[in-house]
């Protein structure tokens, strides 16, 4: 872990990280290895070489058997899933509204309506075998805030890590779902009703404020990206 994120004194003896590739896969990466013995780590795209303390093994979904391999010794029998959904659940939610995690879903295209199902898999898991998940409505994670909406959703990497590590050892979650945002000035989401998972976060898109609004001086109020929570995904295509 950074010097600056979230600590704690829970280990794991194994933890697997899928999706490691990805954008933020591979922030989680070296983060992640000093939360436990061994990161296994997969995804269908190079994973390069496996670092000390790190098993890598690539694998797709339709690999039934490669399936099952990846998760020996990591998630059968596992009574906590962190899995990364998206604020894009709600994004046809407007602007000047603030709302909470268990408020309806508003999905605001294939993307967040694939999110929303894979939420509702992990409530069903819960109240069929009592699997915990941990469902993360993450933001916008980047290095700094890169539009107006954005000093909203931002999410910084620390804050980021505080998040999956929150959700990781918080003592009891059931079905659990929370935004994923740093402690930003602008919010449309309120997580009163995840206090529990324990995320506390350090940072906030403020000091970009300046930087941004000088960018982006003006905002069509006419293009629906300006109302909506999901900005420019309200009008992307639906692949």
């Known amino acids: 872990m950074t010097d600056t994120a979230a600590a704690t004194t829970l280990r794991f003896s194994r933890l697997l990280l899928t999706g490691a590739a990805g954008g933020l896969g591979r922030v989680l990466r070296p983060r992640l290895k000093a939360c436990c013995d061994v990161l296994r780590v997969s995804d269908i795209a190079d994973l390069g070489d496996a670092a000390p303390g790190e098993e890598v093994q690539p694998c797709t979904l339709e690999d039934k058997a490669g399936v099952i391999a990846l998760l020996e010794g990591v998630q059968a029998g596992a009574k906590r899933i962190v899995f990364a959904s998206s604020n894009h659940v709600t994004g046809f939610r407007r602007q000047d509204e603030t709302i909470s995690p268990r408020e309806p879903v508003r999905p605001d295209g294939y993307y967040g309506l694939s999110k929303a199902f894979g939420e509702n898999l ?95 001086q003006h905002i069509d109020l006419s293009d629906p990206a300006a109302h909506c929570q999901g900005g420019g995904f309200v009008k992307m295509g639906p692949f």
Do not use: C, K
């Open 122 to 216: 992990a409530q069903f898991y819960f109240d069929r075998w009592g699997i915990e998940t941990v469902s993360l409505r993450i933001g916008s994670s980047f290095p700094e805030p890169r539009d107006r909406r954005m000093l909203a959703t931002w999410l910084s990497y620390d804050d980021l890590e505080r998040l999956v590590v929150s959700a990781l050892t918080a003592p009891a979650v059931g079905h659990t779902v929370i935004y994923g945002m740093s402690d930003n000035r602008l919010t449309w989401w309120d997580n009163t009703s995840a206090r529990h998972v324990g995320f506390r976060p350090q940072d906030s898109s403020e000091p970009f404020r300046a930087a941004v609004e000088a960018r982006q």
